[in-house]
Nanobody
Framework: QVQLVESGGGLVQPGGSLRLSCAAS????????MGWYRQPPGKQRELVAA???????NYAGSVKGRFTISRDNAKNTVHLQMNSLKPEDTAVYYC???????????????WGQGTQVTVSS
């Protein structure tokens, strides 16, 4: 199937920056869209940013102007550049891909294991 591996999480001070990366691998035919979700402690998972194969982007209002999502289709990789980080950005960040596999050609969601981002002084 499709495997997603996130990297780049860690501890950063308020106002700092962090860059997350997610690499997709496996029997991939195509990836229609990729996105980042996050789950703060005690809260539900929510969309942070998403990007289509054509480059269209969608951001949560709370991160607009601070976060930037980008995609390298040739490498099946998506990045999330996070600037001006706030304590409320603290969460486990998950990568998601809406992809089609070579085995079934069926579209479905695939999720990464998550990476911890902690914004604290």
């Amino acid at each position: 199937q499709v495997q997603l591996v996130e990297s780049g999480g860690g501890l950063v001070q308020p106002g700092g920056s962090l860059r997350l990366s997610c690499a997709a691998s496996g029997s991939i035919f195509s990836i229609n869209a990729m996105g980042w979700y996050r789950q703060p402690p005690g809260k539900q998972r929510e969309l942070v940013a998403a990007i289509s194969s054509g480059g269209s982007t969608n951001y949560a209002g709370s991160v607009k102007g601070r976060f930037t999502i980008s995609r390298d289709n040739a490498k099946n990789t998506v990045h999330l550049q996070m600037n001006s980080l706030k304590p409320e950005d603290t969460a486990v960040y998950y990568c998601k891909a809406f992809a089609r596999t070579t085995a079934t050609m069926a579209l479905r969601d695939y999720w990464g294991q998550g990476t911890q981002v902690t914004v604290s002084s």
